[in-house]
């Protein structure tokens, strides 16, 4: 909670004048508690959670021939009961996390240190700190994922995930309960380390979300693909091999970037795959070719 009275009183303590977005959070966030503030981020997930996949879930269902260009599977359709089974047993887990984020809040206030008042982050410290939240994340992700995949690891915990081989973007959150208390920690490692104020806070892990959700999807859409813009960035094409190689991958662990799989020579199996579907597309194309290169043959002979 803001602890001044007016916005007169906030400039003071500020010593210049707010920026409208300031003035926004203060208007906002002036009378209330710090610990609901703490709570919108499971209810900002929530929304994204519910939100992000409707589009291509939509277009499968009533405009399949729009999109099935740009899956990676086009042989495995998720049925509709499926995909809707996965957002029913994950969003059943939000306002339980939003009842433990209350309880737990004097807690989380102690480890994460998040600011909630003024002023609020510049747009380079909120840059700064989400490249760090995203590396570390990363890092740590790729190293319990590669727990996950051991055989007491996967045959415990992580199948739950492997249930899809063509995931969704509802998947994103389908797995086991130890499994999402696990990588929680990695997502929490940055802000825990390097403090920020909660609207960063939610950002991260709104960006962090809709990311999940993307690699998820099942589909690549190469004109409005990150990886053309970030360094090392995976995309849905980099995770959608992890599932479909199957529960014994042992390709693909990072989450996000690739240079762990690369420094640690786990993304052989996909450097494998890719090189052989670039051979296979050469013969079809040479293949067109030549049969193309026949029928005019045959035209002139006929001529």
Known sequence: ??????????????????????????????????????????????????????????????????????????????????????????????????????????????????????????????????VVYSLLEDYLSYWIHRLLHTQWGYEKIHRVHHEFTAPTGFAMSYSHWAENLLLSIPALAGPVIVPCHITTQWLWFSIRLIEGINIHSGYHFPFISPSKLIPFYGGAAYHDYHHYAGGRSQSNFAPLFTYCDYIYRTDKGYRYHKLKQAKLKSLEENNVEKKGGSTALSTRKKD
């Open 1 to 130: 909670m803001i602890p001044y009275a007016s916005a007169a009183e906030s400039e003071a303590a500020l010593g210049r004048a707010m920026t409208w977005a300031e003035a926004a959070w203060y208007k906002y966030s002036v009378a209330m508690p710090d610990s609901w503030l703490h709570c919108h981020t499971t209810v900002i997930l929530f929304v994204i959670y519910t939100i992000t996949p409707l589009p291509l879930l939509i277009l499968e269902q009533f405009a399949p021939s729009v999109i099935l260009p740009y899956k990676l599977q086009p042989g495995v359709q998720v049925p509709l009961a499926d995909s809707l089974r996965c957002y029913i047993e994950a969003a059943c887990v939000f306002p339980i996390a939003v009842g433990f984020q209350l309880v737990s809040y004097p807690a989380a206030a102690k480890v994460l240190r998040t600011r909630m008042g003024l002023p609020l982050p510049s747009v380079r410290e909120t840059v700064a700190q989400l």
